[in-house]
């Protein structure tokens, strides 16, 4: 097949959504597929473009099999949601105009719709061509929860725009079975409806020695690290994670750590600061070819969502944390998917999320019964390498798009 995925994040862009397309795609390469991806320059989650990759048309290189374009994008403060919108449209523009001349076979693109509209209206609409819409959240419902969306007229703007992908969508992929029910309501057929849960790096992020490099170079061999690694935001709540450290600050072994940026960094650095807390330490983004090593600095890693918001998300790291070999600490709603996950998987403790004292009995537990960490741990990889490896995704996908190209009415 000749497959085009339009995402705006691809390796080495930071975020979940980038390693994840980027073994998506080289895992369908490696299947005989002819694939390419339409996606921006590097700029997650910072914003900013390195000058290596500053452009104002479009850089083009084959990738472990996989044809990149890469299209420019201007750099902006992530932190301003306006700006993040300016890189929304710059993106979409320039996909828009310097994107590939050639059909494909199949496309797949991503929520949200107001990040790859007018890509998408270009290779799917335009060319009639078999379509694949993979749900990463459930929009306008995820914006207005969040706060993100208010006025009337945009929660509108972009239940259409995601209405309008939906209409044209051979078959529907989401990642969390509790996006069903929504897509249904909207009057999406089941039988378009496709659960592929998200998947990890087995054969790269895998149990390693807890004291290794990155853990010698940042300090952390002697003490009791709780683990927190991706995007800093404000969906995660951790500032009670934070609360929760303020609990445990009279133990001198246990220490914090959060490895990331995001938008909701400089407000947790204010709350250390307010607490004046010494077990808690902040360290930038880090390149993805270290993420082996930073989830063995841990002896245990946080998931982390905001009360009522993980009925509509199951955060990929959930997936990183099993195939490392660490036990899972979920702060999470009971009955959602990463709840689920980590009971079934065996490799963890479920704690409500947006409550510390909780999230320090969860943590006091592990500390205090080693051999019950290293269990949980081992679960949690077997687990994963048996369900949620590469090549899992890779035949899911090629599954699902040869459904879309037989179901489209032009085949």
């Known amino acids: 097949m000749r497959i085009l995925l339009i995402a705006s994040h691809y390796a080495p862009d930071g975020g979940p959504a980038a390693p994840l397309f980027t073994m998506l795609c080289e895992g369908l390469a490696r299947r005989g597929h002819d694939v390419t991806v339409l996606t921006a320059v590097p700029h997650y989650p910072s914003g900013q473009v390195p000058d290596t990759f500053h452009t104002k048309g479009v850089k083009e290189s084959v990738e472990n099999g996989v044809r990149v374009l890469r299209v420019g994008l201007p ?24 994107g590939p001349k050639e059909a494909f076979d199949v496309i797949m693109t991503h929520t949200p719709a107001m990040e790859i509209w007018l890509p998408f209206v270009r290779y799917v609409v335009w060319k ?25 007229i945009v929660i509108r703007m972009v239940e259409a725009l995601e209405n309008h992908c939906l209409k044209h969508a051979q078959r529907v992929r989401v990642l969390s079975r509790s996006f069903i029910d929504g897509l249904l309501k909207k009057g999406i057929p089941a039988d378009k409806i496709e659960l592929v849960y998200d998947w990890v790096e087995t054969d790269a992020i895998k149990p390693l020695p807890r004291q290794n490099a990155f853990s010698t170079d940042h300090g952390l061999n002697n003490k ?32 914090f750590v959060f490895v990331g940026d995001g938008a909701g960094k400089a407000l947790l650095l204010e709350k250390v600061q307010a607490l004046g807390l010494q077990n808690v330490r902040f360290i930038g983004y880090q390149p993805r070819e270290l993420m082996p090593e930073i989830f063995a600095s841990a002896d ?10 993980s009925f509509g998300a199951l955060p990929s790291k959930t997936f990183s944390i099993l195939s490392s070999g660490r036990p899972v600490i979920a702060c999470v709603d009971e009955g959602s998917d990463a709840w689920d996950l980590v009971e ?29 960490s290293k269990e949980l741990g081992t679960n949690g990889r077997n687990y994963v390498v048996q369900y949620h490896s590469p090549q899992y995704a890779a035949e899911a996908f090629e599954k699902i798009y040869q459904e879309a190209i037989i179901a489209h009415p032009n085949k």
Do not use: M
């Not at 932190?79 to 996909?95: C, D, E, H, T, V």
């Not at 245990?300 to 918001?309: D, F, P, Q, R």
């Not at 998987?345 to 019964?369: M, R, S, Y």
């Open 75 to 98: 750099s902006v403060d992530r932190a301003r949601l306006s700006k993040r919108f300016y890189q929304f449209l710059a993106y979409q523009w320039n996909a828009f105009r310097f």
């Open 128 to 152: 009639r061509k078999p379509f694949v819409y993979s749900i990463h959240d459930v929009y306008p419902e995820v914006g207005i929860r969040l706060g993100f969306f208010r006025n009337p």
């Open 224 to 255: 009791y690290v709780i683990l927190y690694a991706g995007n800093i935001g404000l969906v995660q709540a951790l500032e009670k994670t934070v609360e929760a450290a303020d609990l445990l600050k009279d133990d001198p072994e246990i220490l």
């Open 300 to 309: 245990a890693s946080l998931v982390s969502l905001k009360k009522g918001t």
């Open 344 to 372: 079934k998987a065996q490799a963890g403790i479920c704690v409500p999320p947006e409550d510390p004292v909780a999230l320090a009995e969860a943590i006091l537990e592990l500390k205090t019964t080693a051999g019950k």
